[in-house]
């Protein structure tokens, strides 16, 4: 009932900047998180932050905080990942992803958490 599709992806040299995008449609819930994940070839699927669409709070992991800001625009129903002093190390699979009916309370970090998921988007940092 909910589709995310990103879109922004592409190469970037290292310390460049780049802007992915997750347009959201289907059912209108206020009350979900959306998560943004990435996954690199051989290595696990790891949280990079997440925004509480009612409110618009964010949060960043640490390993991208300071250089990543989530945000989201409700008057296009869509989730953005602003991505700067970008590393090879951040060369990976991008997702989104939304979680339901969530505890407002608790960053969800776990892959596992989220309900419905987009395609992903490629970004790859080159040096």
């Known amino acids: 009932q909910v589709q995310l599709v990103e879109s922004g992806g592409g190469l970037v040299q290292a310390g460049g900047s780049l802007r992915l995008s997750c347009a959201v449609s289907?059912?209108?819930?206020?009350?979900?998180?959306v998560g943004w994940f990435r996954q690199a070839p051989g290595k696990e699927r790891e949280f990079v932050g997440r925004v509480i669409w009612s409110t618009g709070e964010s949060y960043s992991h640490d390993s991208v905080k300071g250089r990543f800001t989530i945000s989201r625009d409700v008057t296009k129903n869509t989730v953005n990942l602003q991505m700067s002093s970008l590393k090879s190390e951040d060369t990976a699979v991008y997702y989104c992803?939304?979680?339901?009916?969530?505890?407002?309370?608790?960053?969800?970090?776990?892959?596992?958490?989220?309900?419905?998921w987009g395609q992903g988007t490629q970004v790859t940092v080159f040096s």
């Open positions: 992803a939304a979680r339901r009916n969530p505890d407002r309370s608790i960053v969800y970090t776990d892959s596992g958490n989220y309900d419905y």
């Open positions: 289907g059912r209108t819930d206020s009350t979900y998180h």
